[in-house]
Nanobody
Framework: QVQLVESGGGLVQAGGSLRLSCAAS????????MGWFRQAPGKERDFVAG????????YYADSVKGRFTIARDNAKNTVYLQMNSLKPEDTAVYYC??????????????????WGKGTLVTVSS
C-alpha cells in the first residue's frame, strides 16, 4: 500500500523559507512521477512542482519558478520542496502526490494516483 507522509509545514514570515518533506513508502518509486500541489482556503487544488523520479526532470508552476525547488533523495525515498522568498499568497495546505505514469510531463490533480494528507503552510505579512 502506497503511503505518502508530508512534514515541514508551519508558520513563517513573508520572505522566509520552509522545506517540506514527503516520505514515500509501499512501492519502488523509481518509475513514478511525484508532485506537490497546494490548496488555499476556498480555492481549488493547484499544481506547484513536479519531478520525474528517474532522471530527475523538474517542472514548476509559473507562480513559484525561481523561488521553489523540488528534489528527491533516492536512498530515503523522500521528495522535498524547498520554498524560499515566501509570500502571503503561498499560504495553503500542501499535498504530496504520486503518479505511476512518469512519461507525462503535465501534472494535474486528476492525473495523480496517490495523495498524502497534507501539511499547512502559513505565511504572515
Amino acid at each position: 500500500q502506497v503511503q505518502l507522509v508530508e512534514s515541514g509545514g508551519g508558520l513563517v514570515q513573508a520572505g522566509g523559507s520552509l522545506r517540506l518533506s514527503c516520505a514515500a513508502s509501499g512501492r519502488t518509486f523509481s518509475s513514478y512521477a511525484m508532485g506537490w500541489f497546494r490548496q488555499a482556503p476556498g480555492k481549488e487544488r493547484d499544481f506547484v512542482a513536479g519531478i520525474i523520479w528517474r532522471g530527475g526532470n523538474t517542472y514548476y508552476a509559473d507562480s513559484v519558478k525561481g523561488r521553489f525547488t523540488i528534489a528527491r533523495d533516492n536512498a530515503k525515498n523522500t521528495v522535498y520542496l524547498q520554498m524560499n522568498s515566501l509570500k502571503p499568497e503561498d499560504t495553503a495546505v500542501y499535498y504530496c502526490a504520486a503518479r505511476k505514469n512518469s512519461a507525462r510531463t503535465i501534472f494535474t490533480v486528476d492525473g495523480m494516483d496517490y495523495w498524502g494528507k497534507g501539511t499547512l503552510v502559513t505565511v504572515s505579512s
